[in-house]
């Protein structure tokens, strides 16, 4: 685990409202007087994949106004750049809660204002943030092309991408196709959540897309899987997230495996650190003992990552300069 904390990193797959600190969670749910059986819930509960999404929606319920928006999206940059994250793709499906005063306009600025003091504050000061809207499934389409209109609009102050993530098991793809061919079009870049339960035609359909990554890819029979090498598709895996919600069985059958065996492109991410327990350390400290990977290769794992980002050119190259920097002091 040491070498993995000194290893500079990547992260590229990182859910805001999954990555609080315990001690918020409680300290907002005291204060917003969230009845003590769901303050449980969110505490020592279930984590299967459906119950994380009623998991979701409890955080949801104490993570409402701007101010603590702004004040978790400062807490989880400090906490990556803590665990010696350089660069950071987080995620948030911007939210509109008229009780609070609050559009998806209104929350995606309260957490760029988050990002901004973050990174004027002393503890993130070493990390780059870009953000990313996230499209709810559950989401129609007018709701999709809202979120990427705003992205668009944004687009000059870290927006780089659109995410489809929330529940696999609701809504279908053709809801949201129109607005991520829309985000394309305005020259966003798109990553989905794919395959993590069965689901053929819709992992087909989201392949025959090309996003620029995916995320997870656990359910994938024989036909996908030669369908997916075959893009090239990088994929943003999450060890602990997959194992935690029993989306793989274990470690070490982990899809990780075939797919880096295979060369195909793979970036390790935390998906959810708080809900999980983990940290971007500590997933390639897993990955370094199910796949029994050498400190060489953990290097080369976290600096490949850089290639996935959705930086510019120039700034990915800024971002490999300031690795090999690191690397040269971590020798
Ligand atoms: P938020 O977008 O509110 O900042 O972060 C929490 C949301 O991210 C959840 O409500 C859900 O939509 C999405 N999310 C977090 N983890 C996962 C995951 O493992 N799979 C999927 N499909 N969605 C997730």
Redesign the pocket.
């Known amino acids: 685990l040491k070498f993995c904390q000194a290893l500079p990193k990547v992260e590229l797959h990182a ?4 990555s609080l600190r315990d001690t918020t969670i409680r300290e907002l749910a005291l204060k917003r007087n969230l009845d003590p059986a769901l303050t449980k819930v969110i505490e020592m509960g279930d984590r299967t ?1 459906s119950e ?2 009623k998991l ?2 409890i ?2 319920r104490i993570t409402t106004d701007h101010d603590t928006i702004t004040r978790i999206t400062c807490e989880v940059i400090e906490d990556f750049a803590a665990d010696n994250v350089h660069y950071l793709e987080l ?3 911007p ?1 509109t809660r008229s009780e609070h005063g609050m559009t998806k306009r209104s929350y995606t600025e309260a957490v760029l204002k988050g990002m901004q003091e973050a990174q004027q504050g002393s503890r993130g000061q070493n990390i780059t943030v870009r953000l990313l809207l ?1 499209i ?2 559950r989401e129609d389409t007018a709701a999709a092309l809202e979120t990427v209109q705003l992205a668009a609009e944004l687009h000059s102050r870290g927006i780089v991408g659109i995410d489809l ?4 098991t609701v809504g279908k793809w053709s809801a949201w196709e129109p607005a991520l061919q829309e985000a394309r079009r305005q020259g966003l870049k798109v990553t989905l ?1 794919a395959a ?1 339960v069965y689901n053929p035609e819709e992992t087909a359909a989201m392949l025959h897309f090309r996003p620029e990554r995916l ?2 890819m656990c359910c994938l029979d024989e036909r996908l899987e030669v369908l997916h090498y075959n893009t090239g598709i990088p994929v943003e895996l ?1 060890l602990s ?1 997959n194992i935690i ?1 029993e989306s793989v069985a274990s470690y070490p059958e982990h899809h990780f495996h075939p797919f880096y065996s295979a060369g195909h492109p793979v970036i390790l991410c935390t ?2 650190s708080g ?1 999980f327990c983990t940290s971007l350390s500590k997933e390639f400290a897993i990955a370094a003992h199910a796949f029994q990977l050498s400190n060489s290769q953990l290097w080369q794992l976290s600096e490949a990552a850089i290639d996935h980002t959705f930086l510019k050119e120039e700034e990915k190259e800024q971002l490999r300069k300031k690795f090999q920097i690191a690397r040269a002091t971590l020798e």
């Not at 859910?15 to 999954?18: A, E, Q, R, V």
């Not at 993530?165 to 696999?168: A, E, I, K, L």
């Open positions: 859910h805001l409202n999954g994949l994380c999404f979701f929606d955080i949801h995620r948030t499906t939210k996230s709810d499934r993530s929330g529940n696999p959540h993590e995320g997870h999450c997230s919600t998906d959810d809900v």
